[in-house]
């Protein structure tokens, strides 16, 4: 629920002028799991399923005319698994697969958008469909060291975007409707891998656990904006210059990105309760952005992954 209301001032006197409003909506909805799995062996696996999920609808809580206060639809998402899980060489090693398929129907998007200088957030929905896969292993060869490895891709697209976006130039500003479908999924990676490896021992007095791990993940979208709308003065556009453009476009996608991390730690004592650790995060210091945020076409910022680091740990457990 949400009520706002305020006043005009006109010189030289204040003058108040009516204008409470109200929005009020109830959303229900049912979510739920299904699936089947059958064990063609006492090793060997197989299962499908098919949920469905559900977000409140929204109502806008920044906005200047009641024509933008209208309150957004639930975002309902449905999704179908198929996969299989398989153990082997006498339970030493084990390989999983997934294949799976969603359709968001009205998923939510906030912008911020800034008429005439007023600054206002509006809320719009989304159709969207994915396919992916993924698939996980771990070896254990001998007693003691096991080798891991993981792997996913995905290929997320819009398939019905109606946006907002500002057409006309101040003070004549409005927020109009635009075709938003070719619009970016941020944030998602669509291809990645891990493999790495442990390694438990106990040397008697002494116990060692070590591991080592590299994990990759190939470009990633930072702006949601087509790269062809940075200099575009249509609506949706940035209207910015070309060099403006090609600074943004700089920071408009992540690299792919490779972290190698690894840690040696030695436990001793009664119960092998004191511990001490030798360890190293991104140790090739790999950088690439993480983050970006885009303020209209006034403002652009960006953080990167944390650089090389190591350091020594100890610990006490009682």
């Given at each position: 629920r949400m009520a706002s209301c305020s006043g005009v001032t006109t010189p030289p006197a204040t003058v108040a002028i009516p204008c409470d409003r109200e929005r009020h909506k109830t959303f229900t909805n049912l979510s739920y799991t299904i699936g089947a799995d059958y064990d063609l062996t006492?090793?060997?696996?197989?299962?499908?399923?098919?949920?469905k999920g559900y977000r409140s609808g929204a109502l806008q809580l920044r906005t200047v005319t009641l024509e933008d206060s209208i309150p957004s639809d639930p975002e309902i998402v449905h999704e179908q698994e198929i996969g299989i899980k398989t153990t082997f060489l006498?339970?030493?090693?084990?390989?999983?697969?997934?294949?799976?398929?969603?359709?968001?129907?009205?998923?939510?998007?906030?912008?911020?958008?800034?008429?005439?200088?007023?600054?206002?957030?509006?809320?719009?929905?989304?159709?969207?469909?994915?396919?992916?896969?993924?698939?996980?292993?771990?070896?254990?060869?001998?007693?003691?060291?096991?080798?891991?490895?993981?792997?996913?891709?995905?290929?997320?697209?819009?398939?019905?975007?109606?946006?907002?976006?500002?057409?006309g130039i101040p003070p004549a500003q409005t927020i109009v409707t635009v075709d938003k479908s070719d619009y970016l999924l941020v944030g998602i990676v669509k291809e990645q891998f891990t493999v790495g490896a442990n390694l438990k021992q106990d040397l008697g007095g002494v116990g060692l656990d070590a591991n080592i791990v590299y994990a990759w993940q190939g470009k990633m979208p930072q702006i949601d904006i087509p790269v062809n709308m940075f200099t575009s003065t249509a609506p949706g556009g940035l209207g910015l210059t070309q060099a403006q453009a090609d600074q943004l476009a700089a920071v408009a996608q992540s690299g792919s990105l490779g972290l190698l991390n690894a840690r040696v730690a030695l436990s001793f004592g009664p119960e092998k309760n004191f511990e001490v650790a030798l360890w190293g995060k991104n140790l090739t210091n790999d950088q690439e952005q993480q983050y970006t945020l885009l303020l209209s076409n006034i403002y652009v910022g960006t953080s990167y992954n944390e650089p090389r680091s190591y350091g020594v740990t100890a610990s006490f457990k009682f």
């Open positions: 006492d090793d060997i696996l197989i299962y499908a399923k098919h949920s006498g339970g030493r090693a084990r390989f999983n697969v997934a294949g799976y398929h969603n359709k968001v129907r009205d998923a939510q998007r906030s912008p911020v958008l800034a008429p005439n200088g007023v600054s206002q957030t509006v809320i719009e929905n989304a159709d969207t469909e994915t396919w992916g896969v993924e698939a996980d292993a771990s070896f254990e060869v001998v007693d003691g060291p096991t080798l891991l490895a993981s792997g996913a891709t995905s290929d997320p697209n819009y398939t019905r975007y109606e946006g907002k976006a500002l057409a």
